[in-house]
């Protein structure tokens, strides 16, 4: 099912031009896409300013050329990881201060051309700024009509729970989803994978927690490894070069076999339909890309085949 997947746009207006952007956003809304997922930061790194909001900029003139569309989809963005000085990130990112969340949602919406996003995020933690002043921040922008539904991505989960508890307490709004990094292969075992951030991995407390709270959602960012399961010329990083990986592969490779799928279309099917359930995050850059992405998500594989693949850790 489509709607089990967010499109991650966060190379739209940078790495993919706006012609190829516009085509993969039309194909996925096309068919039956709902949830955009994007971030004010997207993608500073590659934008020679220094700086992000291309991403956003994007989708809002995508947007303003498809009238109708804004009511077919959920945006999903997020504050916190945006530099303040160009090329020095991220001792520099912008943090969760009251100021920022505010500023933040409206850079964000002037962008994207929109009163509203159905999602917001703080993108990564913040030792600097009081828990509770980002609490009372985001619960504004939800009260104010904003934001629909608030998440946090990146945090540890102490601060997860401290953040809901302090929302509660002040009867405000609090998090109700989790964004972190999680695939089907594993990290060797006192490493972590190159691209999270210190807490962005999916760890067994995680899982714990998430079981343990149903109302939390989880969102699964770079779930197919930037296409090294199927990609030749994408070897994976040295911190999967174990016997894990390998067992692991094999039984990827025997149920895509097995269900004519390939390694992503399975990998997509085991998030999806996993306990907890997750919704990945899939970055792609060509229509025929977003198909297999689609065709992942709807897969539905059998008791026997996820307890093989859960079996091969």
Request: proline share 5%; charged share 25%.
């Amino acid at each position: 099912m489509t709607h089990d997947i967010a499109l991650g746009a966060m190379n739209f207006g940078t790495v993919q031009d706006e012609r190829r952007s516009f085509e993969i956003l039309d194909h996925f809304v096309d068919a039956g896409g709902t949830w955009i997922d994007t971030a004010n930061c997207y993608a500073f790194w590659e934008h020679p300013s220094g700086f992000g909001g291309q991403s956003e900029a994007l989708l809002g003139r995508w947007l303003a050329r498809r009238p109708g569309v804004r009511d077919r989809i959920r945006i999903s963005t997020k504050v916190g990881c945006e530099p303040t000085v160009a090329g020095r990130f991220p001792e520099s990112a912008e943090g969760l201060s009251a100021a920022v969340i505010k500023s933040g949602i409206e850079g964000s919406l002037r962008r994207l051309g929109t009163d509203h996003v159905e999602l917001y995020w703080a993108h990564k933690e913040d030792r600097r700024t009081p828990l509770e002043e980002t609490v009372g921040a985001f619960d504004e922008l939800v009260s104010a009509g904003l934001v629909g539904a608030l998440g946090c991505s990146n945090f540890a989960v102490w601060q997860v729970e401290r953040a809901r508890q302090l929302a509660h307490a002040a009867g405000r709004t609090g998090f109700t989803a989790v964004q972190q990094h999680l695939t089907y292969l594993r990290p060797r075992p006192g490493t972590r994978p190159s691209v999270v951030h210190r807490f962005g991995a999916v760890s067994d407390e995680v899982v714990d927690y998430l079981e343990c709270h149903p109302e939390m959602r989880l969102w699964a960012y770079t779930p197919l490894l930037a296409g090294r399961y199927t990609r030749s010329d994408r070897p994976l990083p040295a911190e999967y070069d174990h016997p894990g990986t390998r067992r692991r592969l094999a039984v990827l490779d025997e149920i895509a076999a097995e269900t004519g799928t390939t390694r992503n279309h399975v990998v997509l099917a085991w998030l999806t339909g996993g306990h907890p359930a997750a919704t990945p995050i899939v970055g792609v850059s060509t229509v025929e890309q977003l198909g297999e992405a689609m065709a992942g998500a709807a897969l539905v594989l059998t008791a026997e085949q996820r307890e093989r693949l859960d079996a091969a850790a």
